[in-house]
Each structure stands twice: as C-alpha cells, then as structure tokens.
Nanobody
Framework: VQLVESGGGLVQAGGSLRLSCAVS????????IGWFRQAPGKEREGPLC????????YYADSVKGRFTISTDYTTNTIYLQMNNLNVEDTAVYYC?????????????????WGQGRQVTVSS
C-alpha cells in the first residue's frame, strides 16, 4: 500500500491549507485513514483525525473545529482541510492507513505511512 501526500506549504497565521493523501493500489474502503504531525524537536502527535469507511470521523481536541478530514472515493484520496492555522500547527504532517477497524478511536494501529508534508505557519 502506498500513501502519497501533497499540498501543504507556507501560510500566515489565520490562513488555510489543504493536504491530500492518495491511497493505492487498494481502495480507501479497505482502511481507516488518519492524519498525524511532528513538530521540530517534538514527538509525533496524533492521530489528529481519523476517517473510517462507514463515514464516521474522529478529531483530537487540538484540531476540532479547525481541521476537517474528507474523502473522495472516486480517486481514493483523503483530504485534510486546515483552517484558522496558528504557529503551533507548524509541523510535518503524515497520513497513515490502518488495516483493522478498531472498536474505539484510541485502539487504532496504523500500518502504512505517507512520506510527510511540511506545513509552516508564520506569525
């Protein structure tokens, strides 16, 4: 399974960015997809959000109300729309796929990872 990320970049505080994660060769319906991030000098944080093939989603408190995870089943692409960004959101963002659907959000274990995309928010 390959996860190829795109998007991100540099934005001023208060702005918006979108990340994409293309999943191949299997369809998104086979997995749960999550987004993570790692800021410089810090441990990886996440999952920030998770999307499951039944349409349910999860958001961590740190991004709830600002970030939105969505899916395009026709292209097997998962998006992370990030609004009202602040300097603390600066990090490398990763998408990841979990083969097994977990009973609770905290039980998810992610098996495949994208290469990461840099998101930089300036003040």
């Amino acid at each position: 399974v390959q996860l190829v990320e795109s998007g991100g970049g540099l934005v001023q505080a208060g702005g918006s960015l979108r990340l994409s994660c293309a999943v191949s060769p299997y369809t998104f319906l086979d997995y749960a997809i999550g987004w993570f991030r790692q800021a410089p000098g810090k441990e990886r944080e996440g999952p920030l959000c998770i999307a499951v093939n039944d349409g349910s989603t999860y958001y961590a408190d740190s991004v709830k109300g600002r970030f939105t995870i969505s899916t395009d089943y026709t292209t097997n692409t998962i998006y992370l729309q990030m609004n009202n960004l602040n300097v603390e959101d600066t990090a490398v963002y990763y998408c990841a796929a979990a083969r097994q659907i977990a009973a609770t959000w905290s039980d998810y274990r992610f098996d495949y990872w994208g290469q990461g995309r840099q998101v930089t928010v300036s003040s």
